[in-house]
């Protein structure tokens, strides 16, 4: 993955008065290597770590799927029934909540994924060739500029593929009228504004979080760090669930046509 920065930004440096500890936080992510010309970085291992954290999942609840469900296939089929029930009143139709279910859970399952192993108790302790070997991936812009970019293309497919070309199209190119025209102008600007807004509210929760965890573990340590790791899953989880939900939203907004 491509990165944004050329070298590593510092965003803050904090220095114990008594010592001579300090703490270095990085804007962005810490190469680790390349393969073939590609830079692999620490939020792309855990990245990875997610994605086969998943898979495993998958597999296990998939390979022990039975007729009569246990406590945990009742779990899951509870969470899918939910969820797809919710997405198909919200779009208002069923082929729409088949066909777009799948990116939307996607989008949110992986989210979450990421965001809580990297909470995982001395994950991001473990070095490799003296750098932290994992890290937030949520918290390097690639990462959520790359999640923006699948729900901002998956937006514009459903207004197209729902009311064509023109229809979709006359959303924000319109010569009826002067104030047609601008108010289509401003709905081009607000839809190209989603990529921004998608990418940097993700990104700015889980890097701030980061960067709270880690000033507090090193000014008040073994007692406050705990209670903010816990507030942190939880908002791990809100964070993957509004992204989510905003490109539902969005979706379902695509898909009207223009009045």
Known sequence: MMHLFGTYAHAAET????????????????????FFGVPIT??????????????????????NVRTIPGKLQSVFEALIAFSY???????????????????????????????????IPGLEAITYKGSALFHAGTADLNITLAFALIALTTIEFAGIAALGVKAY???????????????GIIELISELARLISFSFRLF??????????????FFVPFIMPVPLMAFEIFVGFIQAFVFAILTLFFIKAATEMPH
């Not at 199209?169 to 108010?183: A, Q």
């Open 169 to 183: 199209g006359g959303k924000f190119i319109n010569f009826h009228s002067p104030i047609g025209f601008v108010v």
């Open 85 to 119: 029930k919710y997405i198909k009143e919200t779009l208002g139709d069923e082929r729409l909540a088949a066909r777009y279910y799948p990116v939307i859970m996607t989008i949110f399952l992986f989210i979450l994924s990421i965001n809580w192993v990297a909470q």
């Open 42 to 63: 620490n939020t792309l291992v855990t990245t990875w770590v997610s994605m086969l954290a998943l898979l495993v999942l998958a597999a296990v609840i998939g390979m």
């Open 15 to 34: 220095a114990h008065e008594a010592g001579n500890a300090a703490i270095s936080i990085h804007l962005a992510s810490e190469q680790l290597g390349t």
């Open 204 to 217: 700015g929760n889980i890097f701030a979080g980061k960067v709270l965890l880690l000033v507090v573990a």
